[in-house]
């Protein structure tokens, strides 16, 4: 962590890219076990099936929800920095893009949530 | 160019992440299945390109997103830190492709 960083921790932009980093951290760590679970069907439906079964246990399907969660902040916190980096939309939109970006991540948690319960 | 890789994949990523996630929102209704899942993937071109555009995207924008985190987190940086951005990479691309393979062929 730079200084220069740490002399901005109060501006909620500090806080987003920090939240863009942390998620995009534990989406890279969790993608190579989704891979591996995908490529489980490599040994016939039966083996996909018995890891579908493994993901019905409470804790599994919170953290998938967790997971999905983590997804929906990552995009929108990188469509945040596309239309910072590409359309010009600065300073005074900041607060309505963080707002959006949250209430979408949200949203989509809920909604993978109220379906997978 | 790692800056313009990011941001091409950024925007690709976008779209497919968008398409999965609203793909997964609708496909957990009623439990998964893998009848369910692989009636949907398997001998699809569509979802098979789709899913290898994905992987591929993903493999390339994960690894320069990780190093940027390294340089500024933990302060490594030089050649070691690139090959093992490289070397996650390309381990991304092997699974990914691999579980691309696994529901679609």
């Known amino acids: ?117 | 160019m790692l800056w313009i890789a990011q941001r091409a994949t950024a925007a690709l990523l976008a779209l497919c992440v968008v398409v999965h996630l609203a793909t997964m929102i609708v496909a957990v209704r009623g439990g998964l299945t893998a009848t369910e899942i692989l009636g949907r993937t398997r001998g699809s071109v569509g979802w098979a390109t789709f899913y290898g555009l994905f992987v591929l995207a993903v493999a390339i924008h994960a690894p320069i997103g990780l190093r940027t985190v390294a340089g500024e987190w933990l302060q490594w940086r030089g050649r070691a830190a690139d090959a093992c951005c490289v070397a996650v990479g390309v381990l991304l691309l092997a699974l990914g492709w691999r579980a691309v393979a696994a529901v679609t062929l």
């Not at chain 1, 083996?47 to 997971?67: C, H, I, N, Q, Y």
């Not at chain 1, 999905?68 to 995009?75: D, Q």
Request: hydrophobic residues 60%; proline residues 3%.
């Open chain 1, 1 to 117: 962590m730079t200084l220069h960083a740490w002399r901005h921790r109060d501006h909620p932009a500090y806080w987003a890219s920090i939240v863009h980093r942390v998620t995009g951290l534990l989406l890279a760590l969790f993608l190579p076990v989704h891979f591996l679970a995908l490529g489980t069907a490599l040994s016939g439906d039966a083996s996909l099936d018995g890891f579908l079964a493994w993901t019905e246990r409470p804790w599994v399907k919170a953290s998938e929800v967790a997971l999905v969660a983590l997804l929906a902040a990552h995009l929108t916190g990188g469509l945040r920095l596309l239309l910072i980096e590409f359309v010009g939309w600065r300073r005074e939109s900041q607060a309505m893009l963080l707002a959006a970006a949250g209430g979408a991540t949200v949203c989509c948690a809920l909604a993978f949530a109220l379906n997978l319960f």
